[in-house]
T-cell receptor, first 116, second 116 residues
């Protein structure tokens, strides 16, 4: 089984540029999550979708951040314009909600974003 | 307010010894789930173990066990017979609520170094 796929794995961009991070969840999963990890703030949930619908975007830092899930197999997180403080590792995770059990989230390998 | 507290920023453990990683949580919900994830230096987040608030037995998964003390609101991870490959950052996380849409809140993590 392919796990969660994220691209790119590394991104270096200049301040002010648009950045798009991509995620393909595990096939059959119905929930998708975007997290950000920094040394200062640890792991933070940015937004999550259930059945392609955004459920909670309260963790999105500001209007520069937007996320979409046009179908069950693809999501994007966009930062426009990017700023140095956006430098972090961005994780995408997916899970199968609604069944008895742990509902564990499976994480992708992350995208390391550096904004100079 | 901090929902998940991991008081040990780092610890050393000798190979083949057992190690306990502390985690306390704060919630007023009756239904919740507790998770432990491992993050090796390569960066991926690996799900280890889950404990539901209504589970009467402590969860176990191979060398991992969760010491769940509901009244004390603690969910400590025990790794038995440590191996060099256990060196990693370990995160405790919680999901609150009956309707588990999947929003995980993470602690700050504990860095474990296993020595020969």
């Amino acid at each position: 089984d392919a796990g969660v796929i994220q691209s790119p794995r590394h991104e270096v961009t200049e301040m002010g540029q648009e950045v798009t991070l991509r995620c393909k969840p595990i096939s059959g999963h119905n929930s998708l999550f975007w997290y950000r990890q920094t040394m200062m703030r640890g792991l933070e949930l940015l937004i999550y979708f259930n059945n392609n619908v955004p459920i909670d975007d309260s963790g999105m830092p500001e209007d520069r951040f937007s996320a979409k899930m046009p179908n069950a197999s693809f999501s994007t997180l966009k930062i426009q314009p990017s700023e140095p403080r956006d430098s972090a590792v961005y994780f995408c995770a997916s899970s199968l909600e609604g069944r008895e059990g742990a509902y564990e989230q499976y994480f992708g390998p992350g995208t390391r974003l550096t904004v100079t | 307010a901090q929902k998940i507290t991991q008081t040990q920023p780092g610890m050393f453990v000798q190979e083949k010894e057992a190690v306990t990683l502390d985690c306390t949580y704060d919630t007023s919900d009756q239904s919740y789930g507790l998770f432990w994830y491992k993050q090796p230096s390569s960066g991926e987040m690996i799900f280890l173990i889950y404990q539901g608030s209504y589970d009467e037995q402590n969860a176990t998964e191979g060398r991992y066990s969760l010491n769940f003390q509901k009244a004390r609101k603690s969910a400590n991870l025990v790794i038995s017979a440590s191996q060099l490959g256990d060196s990693a950052m370990y995160f405790c996380a919680m999901r609150e609520g009956e309707r588990s849409w999947g929003k995980l809140q993470f602690g700050a993590g504990t860095q474990v170094v296993v020595t020969p």
